[in-house]
């Protein structure tokens, strides 16, 4: 038997794989509480760019996850659904949802197909503690009951939003075990920013921009909120950012801002900016932040003034007050090493027998459908894998 932790998107992958060798143990009396939340309940289950394409998004993350992913990819996942009465639709940004916009209908279908295959689910079954005995584990549940299994699969969530059942048990686990873990840190989380003050009546204001972070740089949309900065270009990358962090964004071209103040004289320098594509909310937001009198014509604008608005908006800096918390990010950076996972089978590199899928492990992916597709693949992965030292 193999013993499966958790009920989310990465446990229904094993469970599938797993069939009828599979017993999942789920705290909640449902499982997939945070697949049903995803997506604003719609489920944004995966990503249905080309391989390449999909894998190169992944960032830092690729080559790693590239095993898992090959392993049950997005394709595979769209087929899976829609074989057993679930259409999918695919969005023009090629987000994929279920036709329906339900998330449970993902769900029920993952369970209708789990089950089908002979996995077995135990719910309102807490594990509480996993212990090496003999040549397998020994499972400890909140009900005292002890369960013996030859492979155990950690895929019990990582730590943010804890009230859904994930609250970072998988980190407790792995660790009691003699792995390392990555201290989890808030991803796909929004930003505040320090000293705001002036821009927070852009709140609501979405426009696409270049975001720097030391060395690293990437472009996306960039979401103006009433405190700080969401959208994809910040929660993609929030996993690499923390307080106190400064960060410069590019918000329009500034040799053009340059070339149009030195052709149109006559014109106001809220106009011209406005014609960059800055919103006027936003332009008098920043006058009143850089301290420059707004409604001066081109040939008025002093020229320290012009170089000051110029170097703006070609890289603004921000200095980040706080990220959002754990508790409400959609994600976390943390848990189990990846070094000392063996991502071709999902298998831990300390002891044989002992398995990890999903958001158990140290990695972070874009906002887009892409963390549930890899819960799932990696779950499928460490499933394939298990049945493997059967
Ligand atoms: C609000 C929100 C919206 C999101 N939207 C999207 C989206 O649209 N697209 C996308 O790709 N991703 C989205 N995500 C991220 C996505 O939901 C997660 O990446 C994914 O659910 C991770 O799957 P998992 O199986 O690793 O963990 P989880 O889904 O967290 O599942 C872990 C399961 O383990 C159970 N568990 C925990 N501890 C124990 C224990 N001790 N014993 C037994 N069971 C236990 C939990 O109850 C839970 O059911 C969203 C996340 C949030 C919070």
Request: charged letters at 20%; hydrophobic letters at 45%; a positive charge.
């Amino acid at each position: 038997m193999i013993a499966i932790v958790g009920g989310g998107p990465a446990a229904l992958g094993a469970a599938i794989a797993c069939q009828a060798h599979a017993l999942v143990l789920e705290r909640n009396p449902r499982p997939g509480t945070k697949l049903l939340l995803s997506g604003s309940g719609q489920c944004n289950f995966t990503n249905a760019r080309p391989p390449e394409e999909f894998l190169n998004t992944l960032g830092a993350f690729r080559n790693w996850l590239k095993p898992a992913f090959y392993a049950f990819d997005n394709r595979a996942f769209i087929n899976l659904l829609e074989d057993h009465g679930c259409p999918v639709f695919i969005r023009a940004d090629k987000k994929a949802f279920p036709q329906s916009l339900k998330s449970a209908d993902v769900l029920e279908t993952l369970l209708r197909i789990a089950k089908s295959g002979g996995a077995e689910f135990m719910l309102n079954r807490a594990v509480q503690s996993i212990v090496r005995e003999g040549d397998g584990f020994q499972l400890i549940t909140a009900d005292g009951s002890a369960i013996h299994a030859h492979q155990v699969i950690i895929a019990a969530g990582g730590a943010s939003w804890p009230h859904t059942g994930s609250d970072g048990a998988s980190y407790r686990f792995a660790e009691s075990l003699g792995h390392t873990i990555l201290k989890p840190r808030p991803a796909l989380a929004s930003v505040e920013i320090r000293n705001y003050a002036p821009f927070s009546k852009c709140a609501g204001i979405s426009l696409r921009a270049s975001l720097r972070l030391g060395k690293f740089k990437v472009e996306g949309d960039l979401l103006f909120t009433h405190k700080g900065f969401s959208g994809p270009l910040i929660i993609d990358n929030s996993w690499q950012m923390e307080a106190g962090q400064r960060m410069q964004l590019g918000l329009a071209d500034a040799a053009r801002f340059t070339a149009l103040v030195v052709k149109q004289p006559r014109r106001r320098i809220s106009s011209l900016i406005h014609e960059l594509g800055l919103p006027q909310s936003l332009v008098q937001a920043m006058f009143e932040h850089l301290n420059i009198p707004g409604e001066t014509t081109a040939s008025q604008l002093k020229r320290e003034h012009r170089e000051l608005i110029a170097s703006w908006l070609e890289g603004a800096e921000f200095s980040i007050l706080k990220v959002e918390s754990l508790a409400t990010a959609m994600s976390d950076y943390g848990g189990v090493e990846l070094k000392e996972i063996n991502s071709k089978t999902m298998q831990s590199r300390l002891f044989p027998g002992l398995f990890f899928a999903g958001e158990s492990m140290a990695y972070s992916l874009p906002s887009g459908g892409f963390s549930i597709q890899m819960a799932f693949s990696t779950g499928y992965l460490a499933g394939k894998s298990a049945m493997n030292c059967i």
